[in-house]
């Protein structure tokens, strides 16, 4: 049977790598737009950024992703993945400088570093970002998707579309492992698309009331595989890209 969500998805987004200078200062401009001229975050002041890009030490060595609207041409999205510092392997990401991961949950000394990537600023401009009311509304008819037939004539939220771009660059850049601090509702968000990520550790005021969250993404694949499989198949292009398996820490190596 077709999944007409991957047609859907074609016809109204474009998610793209942003590798160029211009692609660059779109990615910074689109962040200044949402976090500090919009607000959507406490501890974003404008005053920072006196040339209308927001943007940090981390930028260096991430990988910057743009959601492109098709009909309109916008860019109204993007995300940033933070990958280990080439000049310096064992920098800390974000959220191990700034959460309380528990490693009772989640031991990172035993995954290979150079095969982490941390999700950050994953971002929609305000036209499209649903409020707090209208997410839980979204949730509960999320909710009610499990119960009953997808119906794919419509594409869920663009949420979604931002997690394509993550889970296929992730697959060709050979990341293996998420780390991500995030407000416990967008996890929910993804998770009514079996997208989630697993909390390892307490809520902390981070920019907002955030959490660390955790995956494998081979595991988070393989649960969608199973319960949601048109969403399955449109993040990994009908299993065209997939990440490779896991790999130990050297240390930890058999």
Same mark, same amino acid.
């Given at each position: 049977?077709?999944n007409?969500?991957?047609?859907?998805?074609d016809?109204y987004?474009e998610?793209i790598?942003?590798?160029?200078?211009?692609?660059l200062?779109?990615?910074?401009?689109?962040?200044y737009?949402?976090?500090?001229t919009?607000?959507?975050?406490?501890?974003?002041?404008?005053?920072r950024?006196?040339?209308?890009?927001?943007?940090?030490?981390y930028?260096r060595?991430?990988?910057?992703?743009?959601?492109?609207?098709r009909?309109s041409?916008?860019?109204? #999205?993007?995300?940033?993945?933070?990958?280990?510092?080439?000049?310096?392997?064992?920098?800390?990401f974000?959220?191990?400088?700034?959460?309380?991961?528990?490693?009772a949950?989640?031991?990172?000394?035993?995954?290979s570093?150079?095969?982490?990537?941390?999700?950050?600023?994953?971002?929609?401009?305000?036209?499209?970002?649903?409020?707090?009311?209208?997410?839980r509304?979204?949730?509960?008819?999320?909710?009610?998707?499990?119960?009953?037939?997808?119906?794919?004539r419509?594409?869920?939220?663009?949420?979604?579309?931002?997690?394509?771009?993550i889970?296929r660059?992730c697959a060709?850049?050979?990341i293996?492992?998420?780390?991500?601090?995030?407000?416990?509702?967008?996890?929910?968000?993804?998770?009514?698309?079996e997208?989630q990520?697993?909390?390892?550790?307490?809520?902390?005021?981070y920019?907002?009331?955030?959490?660390?969250?955790?995956?494998e993404? #081979?595991?988070?694949?393989?649960?969608a595989?199973?319960?949601?499989?048109?969403?399955?198949e449109?993040?990994?292009?009908?299993?065209?890209?997939?990440?490779?398996?896991?790999?130990?820490?050297?240390?930890q190596?058999?």
């Open positions: 049977m077709p007409d969500m991957l047609s859907t998805f016809e987004f998610v790598t942003a590798d160029t200078p211009e692609l200062e779109q990615a910074f401009r689109l962040r737009a949402v976090l500090c919009e607000a959507r975050l406490p501890g974003f002041e404008a005053a950024y006196p040339n209308g890009m927001e943007t940090d030490d930028d060595h991430a990988h910057h992703l743009l959601l492109k609207h009909p041409g916008d860019f109204i #999205g993007g995300a940033r993945l933070i990958f280990p510092d080439p000049s310096d392997p064992e920098k800390l974000p959220v191990e400088q700034h959460t309380q991961i528990d490693p949950l989640i031991d990172i000394s035993k995954l570093r150079q095969h982490i990537a941390e999700i950050s600023r994953f971002i929609l401009v305000g036209r499209y970002s649903r409020r707090r009311e209208q997410r509304r979204s949730e509960k008819s999320a909710a009610s998707e499990k119960r009953e037939p997808l119906d794919r419509h594409f869920p939220h663009p949420v979604l579309a931002i997690a394509v771009g889970i660059l060709r850049q050979g293996t492992h998420w780390l991500s601090a995030m407000e416990p509702a967008m996890n929910r968000l993804l998770g009514h698309h997208l990520l697993d909390p390892v550790g307490p809520l902390i005021d920019h907002g009331p955030r959490r660390p969250y955790y995956a993404i #081979g595991k988070v694949l393989e649960r595989h199973i319960n949601n499989l048109p969403i399955w449109l993040v990994t292009d009908q299993g065209r890209i997939l990440p490779p398996p896991p790999v130990c820490a050297p240390d190596a058999l």
